[in-house]
């Protein structure tokens, strides 16, 4: 990754200025909740520009409806409308500080600013992207940083790294969880951006730093690492935020291999990525590589996987607007090419979970990821490591039948039925988890019975009979199926070991 020109500093002039900025925006009602409310979306991050619903429900000329208008809907507005809305703000200030661009009586954004989780959140305009800054282009909030934000272990850190940190989201999101955080970009316009952000929300225990990879936190070690890498696999290097530089998935595959030099023991690692997937191979055991000899258990969650051509379309677009007369055919089946030269038949994406732990022999889950995710899940994702650290303690049926295990709390048994001369029949039904990491199931009486006996009162070894009785088996031959699916069940959280968690 190679850093180019600089982008002058957004600061403002007068330290005041942040506070009167914050105080503002909030008298304006430019949060989260007020912004939906007066436009009536759902989703701010996947605001659509020069909508004319917008334009309507932005009409009215207030202070909120002005900034909506310049600041998301990227709208040139009126000079002297935009200083009413900013007092006792001036426009000068803003300029100066590089958030506006004064032209004749018009006033139009040099940056986006977005509320965000009650944040307000300052990064580029897609406008850049066509222009010779667009190297350093920093991102806002996309799909990866919302699925990240939400996967993230939010237990307390003394010390966290946001890796690649853009403008600054993720460090913000952990700063009332951390003791201190450390905010890397390679970027200086990113490193700028994210000072800025964290100076406006009045965060005072971050630190944003310049530099390439973890060059700027040697001999640091931390709790939480966090990283949503430039990890598009690209013959290209013409966006920062994007492509690593590097061939193919090098740039995630060296932050898996050098994070865990900077963990403290127990402490977590996370990596939202995309990886290659070379024809012939099994994708679980080619992943598996990037994690030997780490002193790390790891969990790969794959999200989705993509044909090459699929996958070139879809990142080709995110910065190419036009068609043909941007190059976009011509670009691409270069990069087609390149994926042929290096033998990738499919992308894998998902989010690689990384645990320092030097105590033993260290295990590795590569699975699919679930089809929902409910709320914050970063509780789920430390559960799911203490659930496989009781399956490897648990390895032979004797020692996992002589466990007692409880039901999850958020555990559903969902019934369809179909029309019959009886009436309503069953004719399927299925399991899922109704908060975090929703995985789901098909269930039979068998398995659903199972599951609900699980009350924690009872060894598995104790139910074993009855479970035997009802499908007139022996419980010696039954143990090692019930086995096979109790370890399923726990691995995926639908059974929890009685006792260790609340609920259960």
């Known amino acids: 990754m190679t850093a180019q020109n600089s982008a002058p500093m957004f600061a403002f002039a007068d330290p005041d200025d942040y506070q009167r900025l914050r105080d503002l925006l909030g008298k304006a009602g430019f949060l989260d909740e007020s912004v939906l409310d007066a436009i009536g979306i759902s989703d ?12 309507d429900r932005t009409a009215g000329g207030s202070a909120l409806h002005t900034l909506i208008r310049l600041l998301l809907m990227e709208m040139p507005v009126e000079a002297d409308t935009f200083a009413r809305a900013i007092r006792p703000m001036t426009v000068d200030s803003w300029q100066q500080a590089g958030l506006v661009r004064c032209h004749g009586s018009k006033v139009a954004a040099a940056v986006k600013l977005l509320p965000f989780r009650n944040l307000v959140l300052a990064f580029d305009l897609p406008a850049l992207l066509q222009t010779p800054l667009r190297s350093q282009y920093v991102m806002g909030i996309g799909g990866s940083t919302i699925t990240l934000s939400q996967l993230t272990v939010r237990r307390p850190s003394r010390h966290t790294l946001d890796l690649g940190c853009g403008c600054g989201v993720h460090a913000f999101l952990a700063a009332p ?15 700028r951006l994210a000072a800025f952000n964290a100076r406006l929300n009045d965060i005072s225990n971050v630190d944003c730093l310049e530099g390439d990879f973890f ?12 990283s949503n890498p430039p990890f598009v696999i690209s013959p290209e290097c013409r966006f920062i935020y994007r492509d690593g530089g590097m061939e193919s998935d090098s740039v995630s595959r060296r932050i898996a291999r050098e994070a865990p030099v900077f963990l403290e023991e127990g402490g977590f690692c996370q990596i939202l990525c995309n990886w290659a997937e070379i024809g012939g191979s099994d994708w679980q055991q080619q992943l598996a590589q990037w994690f030997v000899g780490t002193g790390c258990d790891v969990w790969v969650m794959r999200s989705e996987s993509l044909s090459p051509a699929a996958y070139a379309s879809k990142w080709i677009r995110h910065t ?27 992308f894998g994406a998902g989010l690689i979970t990384m645990r320092r732990r030097t105590d033993g022999a260290n295990w590795l889950r590569a699975d699919e990821s679930p089809d929902r995710m409910i709320g914050p899940c970063g509780e789920y994702i430390t559960r799911s490591f203490a659930l496989r650290d009781f399956l490897e303690r648990v390895q032979e049926d004797p020692a996992l039948l002589a466990c007692r295990l409880k039901y999850s709390p958020d555990l559903r048994l969902e019934q369809q039925f179909g029309p019959s001369e009886q009436g309503w029949k069953v004719t399927g039904s299925s399991i899922h988890l109704a908060k975090g990491l929703a995985f789901r199931g098909n269930s039979d009486t068998f398995m ?15 139910l074993l009979p009855d479970m035997a009785a009802a499908l007139q088996a022996e419980p010696a031959r039954l143990a090692p199926l019930v086995c096979r699916l109790i370890r399923k069940l726990v691995e995926q959280g639908f059974l929890l070991p009685a006792g260790q968690w609340n609920g259960s």
């Open 320 to 346: 190419e607007f036009g068609d043909e007369e941007t190059g976009f055919s011509q670009r691409f089946h270069q990069w087609l090419e390149y994926y042929e030269r290096l033998g990738i038949t499919s």
């Open 215 to 226: 060059g700027p936190v040697a001999e640091r070690k931390f709790d939480l690492i966090i």
């Open 177 to 191: 969880h951390s003791s201190r955080v450390a905010a890397v970009d390679l970027t200086p316009r990113a490193v």
């Open 44 to 55: 701010l991050p996947s605001l659509e520009n020069d909508h004319p619903l917008l334009l």
């Open 448 to 462: 659903a019975n199972l599951m609900i006996h699980c009350d924690g009162r009872k060894t598995l070894q104790e």
